[in-house]
């Protein structure tokens, strides 16, 4: 596939939305990629005459879905920075009631329904890896419905930063055309560096704000902040800058995750790492509560390259997945939420094809402990499981590799 079947893809999911109804239910993901993308949706789907309901949602899970299925009462739903994976889950838990429009960038999985139209740009040979975020791929979603929102393209840089798509120094391929849309706009600023390399001020409100804390930031909010309004704060900043309000919340959360990534940080060292032939976990349980469970894979990656890590084994941490939904209520299970990371030498020997990535290995074996799969790359992925059931998770994918003789 290409880029111009992606756009004809877009310019069809928007015909059927517009034929769908006016009262919308838009669900993202609440790390920086996901804020974006949502701000982004939000703001072109209300002037586009649409009633919007937004959700902040940390996973994908049944009866999750089903909820907002239900909720929505027939009315359209969209998904963005998450659910291409879901979507078989989505098509049978929607029952034909709503048509769905899933606008994400990671690995999918085909639609079993007409009424749910999967458009991951992976789907289309546009990479999530690198080449596209969420964000700059509901920047496209919007220029398709109306040109004019060319004004919210540099919401996909900073969405694509938030997702560490510069990690080879700069954006490329669409992320980049963004850049460019927004560095022309005078919004963003491209600062040239050693080696190739990039840096990037956002200059939309007035002063200079470089992009990569910035993005970091709606992360902390978005993620540490998930349960106390973190995400509706972030948003706020994309569109009006920061204010005193985003920095007094910002100062409270981080405040908090530096206390509880310490604390964590202590018990690993201590002796809490367990170790197998090919991994690395850890069990938090409700240590970072009432940070929210994208955290989880926040304090992975920030710990991939600690001296005590192993360089050459996967990183799984498990934290319990609450009950209480922002937005949705209250649910009944028990389980655990896993993310995974992996050290930067593991990362290139993944790049260079030589060990597996974490968009195969994860699911193939989550799914063999009754888990749930949704968003993941080769280098960080995350599913739900049941309590109980960690260490056969382990154990699955350790044998998984070594069925490929590694």
């Not at 600062?191 to 992009?211: C, H, M, P, Q």
């Not at 709606?218 to 800058?241: D, H, K, N, Q, S």
């Not at 922002?326 to 030498?345: I, Q, Y």
């Amino acid at each position: 596939m290409s880029r111009e079947s992606y756009i004809e893809a877009l310019k069809d999911g928007i015909a059927k939305l517009r034929a769908a109804g006016r009262d919308l239910t838009l669900v993202h993901h609440n790390d920086a990629d996901g804020l974006t993308a949502g701000g982004v949706l939000e703001t072109a789907l209300t002037r586009d005459g649409f009633k919007v309901e937004r959700i902040a949602l940390e996973r994908i899970h049944p009866p999750i879905v089903e909820r907002i299925h239900d909720r929505a009462a027939g009315h359209p739903v969209v998904y963005t920075d998450l659910a291409g994976r879901a979507a078989p889950v989505i098509c049978e838990l929607n029952r034909d009631r709503s048509f769905t429009l899933i606008l994400d960038h990671h690995p999918a999985e085909e639609s079993t329904s007409e009424k749910v139209l999967n458009l991951s740009s992976e789907r289309f040979g546009l990479s999530g890896e690198a080449e596209i975020s969420a964000a700059t791929a509901a920047t496209i979603f919007a220029l398709v419905l109306d040109e004019k929102n060319v004004d919210l393209r540099y919401l996909g840089v900073i969405g694509a930063i938030g997702d560490s798509h510069d990690r080879g120094g700069r954006l490329i391929a669409y992320n980049r055309e963004a850049l460019l849309d927004a560095a022309e706009r005078g919004e963003i600023k491209i600062i040239s560096k050693a080696n190739d390399k990039e840096e990037y001020v956002l200059t939309k409100f007035g002063g200079d704000i470089r992009l990569t804390p910035f993005s970091k930031s709606l992360t902390v909010l978005g993620a540490a902040g998930y349960t106390v309004g973190g995400p509706e704060v972030g948003i706020r900043a994309c569109f009006e800058g920061p204010s005193p309000e985003y920095n007094t919340k910002l100062s409270e959360l981080s405040s908090l995750k530096e206390e509880r990534f310490n604390r964590a940080l202590n018990d690993l060292k201590a002796g809490g790492l367990q170790v197998t032939q090919h991994h690395q976990w850890f069990i938090i349980g409700d240590g970072f509560s009432p940070m929210g469970v994208k955290i989880i894979g926040e304090f992975c990656m920030d710990i991939r390259d600690e001296e005590f890590m192993d360089p050459t084994k996967y990183i799984a941490g498990f934290q319990d997945m609450p009950t209480e939904i922002p937005g949705l209520g209250a649910f009944e299970w028990d389980l655990a939420k896993v993310s995974m990371r992996v050290p930067t030498p593991l990362g290139q020997k993944i790049i260079d094809g030589e060990m597996p990535g974490l968009d195969w290995l994860l699911p193939e074996a989550a799914l063999q402990v009754d888990g749930t799969i949704d968003a993941c790359h080769g280098y960080a992925a995350a599913a739900l499981v049941p309590h109980g059931r960690e260490e056969e998770l382990i154990q699955l994918m350790d044998e998984l590799i070594a069925k490929k003789g590694l």
